[in-house]
C-alpha cells in the first residue's frame, strides 16, 4: 500500500526548508513556517516513518503515562518511555499538564466526557480535550506543545481527531506526535467500538533545527518503504485509561538506517 503519510511529511519537510523563515529562538535557530497541516487514514496503515528507523514503544509509552496523569519521571519510565528526564527536577518531579488536564480540568474529566458522548451522542460538536490552562503556564515543567484535541464520528464508524499544536519539531517532534495520535485514536476506538479513522494535525510553529539539517538531508535521499499496518492485541472493549504499549503490536514494518537528531530542550 502506498506510504501518502510519509510522502505527506517529506513534502512538508521541503516545504519547511525551501520557504521557511531564519529564526533565532530561545533554544537554537531554526527554519520556520507558521500554520501547516500534516494528515493520515489509520484504514491506511500506521503512521511510522520508513526511510529511517523509529522507535516507536518509547512513543506509545508516553501516551500511557499521560492517559494515567504523570507526575513523576518514574511514571513514563515504567510505561517504558525514556525521554523526559531533560524537564524533571532533581527528585524526579514533573508538573505537567500534559495527561493531568484531561483528566482533571478544575474537577472536570475531559478524557471520560468525550468518550461517554462518543458512545451516547455521536453527532455531538463539543468533543475536544484541552490541555492548555494559561493560569499554570509559568508553574509548568514543559508548557503543553500539542493543546487541543476534537473528535468526530464519521459516516457512524469512523473516529476521526484533529490535533492541534503550537510548536512542531519537524523531525523529531512530528513523526512521534504522528504515531501518538494514532494511538490514541486506536485506543478510544476499542473502547467505543468505532473504526480508527483520520488525524489532521494542524502545526501552529513548524521548525528544523539548524542542527538537524545534515539529518534531514540524509532522510530526504533515503528509500521509502510501504506503510506498516498495525493489529490490536489488548482485550475488546478495553478503557482508553489502562492502555499499553503491548495492546498494539506494529506489523510489516520495513524501515531505512536509524538517523541521529539531538532532542532540543
Given amino acids: 500500500m502506498q506510504n501518502n503519510f510519509e510522502i505527506a511529511y517529506k513534502n512538508l519537510v521541503d516545504q519547511v526548508m525551501t520557504n521557511g523563515d531564519l529564526r533565532h529562538t530561545r533554544n537554537g535557530v531554526t527554519k520556520s513556517l507558521f500554520g501547516t497541516t500534516l494528515g493520515f487514514d489509520l484504514q ?18 508516553e501516551l500511557a503515562a499521560m492517559l494515567r496523569g504523570p507526575k513523576t519521571l518514574k511514571d513514563f ?3 517504558g518511555c525514556n525521554y523526559w ?17 484531561w483528566r482533571d480540568f478544575n474537577g472536570v474529566d475531559q478524557l471520560q466526557n468525550v468518550i461517554d458522548t462518543l458512545i451516547h451522542n455521536p453527532t455531538d460538536r463539543r468533543m475536544i480535550i484541552t490541555g492548555w490552562r494559561p493560569d499554570r503556564i509559568a508553574e509548568l515543567s514543559l508548557p503543553c506543545c500539542h493543546y487541543s484535541y476534537q473528535f468526530y464520528v464519521r459516516e457512524g464508524i469512523y473516529l476521526d481527531m484533529i490535533w492541534t499544536q503550537r510548536s512542531a519539531d519537524v523531525m523529531i517532534g512530528i513523526p512521534s506526535d504522528a504515531v501518538f495520535a494514532a494511538a490514541w485514536i486506536i ?10 479513522g483520520r488525524v489532521t494535525m494542524n ?20 528509500k521509502m518503504y510501504e506503510a506498516p499496518q498495525f493489529m490490536w492485541v489488548g482485550k475488546d472493549g478495553q478503557k482508553t485509561v489502562d492502555f499499553t504499549t503491548d495492546d ?3 506489523k510489516t514494518y520495513k524501515h531505512g538506517s536509524a538517523i541521529k537528531f539531538e532532542l532540543k530542550e
Avoid at 491506511?44 to 509509552?61: A, D, I, Q, W
Avoid at 485506543?187 to 480508527?196: F, H, V, Y
Avoid at 513548524?206 to 535521499?221: L, R
Fill in 203 to 222: 502545526f501552529g510553529d513548524t521548525h528544523i533545527y539548524e542542527e538537524h539539517i545534515a539529518g534531514v538531508i540524509e532522510y530526504q535521499q533515503a
Fill in 77 to 79: 519510565e515504567k510505561q
Fill in 44 to 61: 491506511e496503515g500506521f503512521p511510522l516513518l520508513t526511510s529511517r528507523k523509529m522507535y516507536h514503544k518509547g512513543v506509545t509509552g
Fill in 248 to 250: 498494539l503490536k506494529i
Fill in 85 to 101: 528526564s531533560k524537564w524533571a527536577d532533581e527528585d524526579g518531579q514533573l508538573v505537567l499538564d500534559y495527561g493531568n488536564a
Fill in 187 to 196: 485506543a478510544m476506538s476499542k473502547e467505543t467500538s468505532l473504526l480508527p
